[in-house]
Structure formats: C-alpha cells, structure tokens
DNA sequence: CTTTAAATCGGATTTGTTCTGATTTGTTAC
DNA sequence: GTAACAAATCAGAACAAATCCGATTTAAAG
C-alpha cells in the first residue's frame, strides 16, 4: 500500500486529514517492518515532538481497522506494519523476532490444508514464521 | 500429555513436588482448551483460596520452559494449554476466540511450504486457524 | 468567519505481568 | 526424626502496554 491511498482510504471513511496521521503512515511506509507503537513515537517526536501516546494508540487502531496497517504481537506487545496483504494477494511473513523485518512467503496454508472441522465458524487465520534475519544474526556475533 | 508425564518432567529436571503445581497441571489437562492465567487462578482457588497470582504466573512459565504447556496470546494475554505436540507428531490448532476450545489440524504448513528466505535463521513458527466453535456460536443467538 | 464534530493533549487509570524481600516448605544428609 | 539449605510461595509494590477522561484545539462544511 502506498501512503497516498492510506490517505484516500481515511477520506472515504469521512476522518479528517491530519499532519500526524499522515507522518504516522509515512513512518510505517519507509521500513519493510513491523514497529511497536513505541518505536512510532520515536519516530514521530522528531516532527511532533509533543504527540501524546493517545494519539498514536488510537490512530494506529483506527489505521488497523481501516487495513491500512496490519498488526501482530511480538514479546508482549502490539507491532503494526503498512499492509500488504490487500495489495497483490493474500500472503503471509517471515518476522525477525529482533528488529521486526519482514519477508514474503508465497502462498497461503489455509489454501494447501483442507480440512478445518465444520463445526467452528473460521474468522481468520495467522501463519508466521519466526526469526533472526542476516544483520541481526551478524550484529549478535 | 499427562499429568503423571507432566510431574515426571518436573522431577526430572530437579524441581520440586508442589500440591499447587500439581493442581495446576490437573486443571490444564482437564480442558481441551486455552486457559488465561486469570481462568487458572479463579479454578485453583477452589482447592488452594490464598494462592497468589505470582506463583501462578511463575509456574506456568516454568511450564512453558519445559514443554508442559503450550502457550499463545488472545486479546492481549496469554492464554495456555497443556502441550499436545509433543504426544504424537507436531500439528497446529483451530482455536475459539470465546471461549479458548481448540480442535486439532493434521499436518504443518512448514512441511507443505517450503522456500524460506535463507538469509533468515528460522527459530520457530506459528500456524492458528481462528473462529467460534459450535456452542459459542449458540449461545450468541 | 462561524460553527461543529473530530482530533489531540496530558495525565490519570486499568490490566496483565514481573519483581522484591520476607516467610514457608520440600528435600537431602545426618 | 531432625537439622539445614535451597526452592517455592506470599503479599504487595512496581512495571509496561494500552485505554480512558475532561478540557482544549483544529479541520472542514456552511
């Protein structure tokens, strides 16, 4: 997703534009990574130096609500990346549990693993898989 | 698992024989089902009324660190079950977000779906169906 | 420009979890 | 059985992520 259309999509569901919620897609669309909401107002505090974590917390739930950003949990906590499931199609992520980098799996397992019990009325699914990614392994070294 | 295997790891890896330990692992192996550390806390004080929620939380810790319980994270906490992998061969789970029931999936998506980037040290991995089984969806109606 | 609802602020609050220091309990050696 | 020690537990403080609240500011529509 391109910042431009996380935009448009606020616009059509009537939110208002704001400096903040654009610089807040801004940082999410610069990094191929998952970050904490933490790691967002760090980010942002150079621009808005007096951004209230309340604002980031609802906006980012907001942005989740809209698909604009997709979410997962990492040691405890929420971390929030620009979809991009909705771009092409449906896929799912290797995550380097140290910086939150991402990487494309090919593929979904709920297309290749039939067999799911009919009597559970499926909402979703998460395929992750976890690790350390080439500059994390180095650094560690 | 059982019970009995559950002690059996504890005892072996030099931990002591608890009546609340033992309690806890009953609780867990009573229930098909992902338990929060709340749901175990509120059936163990029928048996032990002043336990704290440290112990609590400490033990099922340990328990995770041993591969008694299985662990993952529903709405912002943890929720546990006792482990089920280790039994027979490796497999994943569909799991109700209401009421934590799980039903087990055949087979892994890491064995169907290769290609992993190799820059990434794979550490581990998660594959969970999510939905509302039969008598939660009842009992919405 | 005025109006109005939405967005933001700043700080208090809540919730899940972990830590700390004092006390109790299982286990081992005698 | 008893003594001694390390591990387990207790009670409550502390912590971190996230949410709530009332007051203020701001974007957008008329």
């Known amino acids: 997703m391109k910042v431009e259309e996380a935009l448009q999509i606020l ?38 130096p ?26 405890g906590e929420g971390r929030f990346r620009l979809a991009c499931s909705a771009d092409g199609h449906h896929h799912h992520h290797v995550i380097c549990t140290e910086c939150g980098k991402t990487s494309s799996l090919p593929g979904c397992p709920m297309n290749v693993m039939a067999s799911v019990p009919e009597d559970f009325q499926v909402t979703g699914h998460k395929f992750e898989v976890y690790g350390t990614c080439k500059e994390c392994v180095a650094q560690s070294n």
Do not use: P, W
């Open 50 to 75: 007096t951004l209230s974590f309340d604002t980031v917390y609802r906006n980012i739930s907001t942005f989740v609500e809209l698909g604009i950003l997709e979410e997962t949990e990492l040691e």
């Open 11 to 48: 616009k059509e569901h009537g939110y208002k534009y704001t400096g903040k919620r654009e610089e807040m897609i801004r940082i999410c669309a610069a990094e191929k990574r998952y970050l904490s909401a933490k790691d967002i107002m760090e980010r942002i505090k150079e621009q808005y």
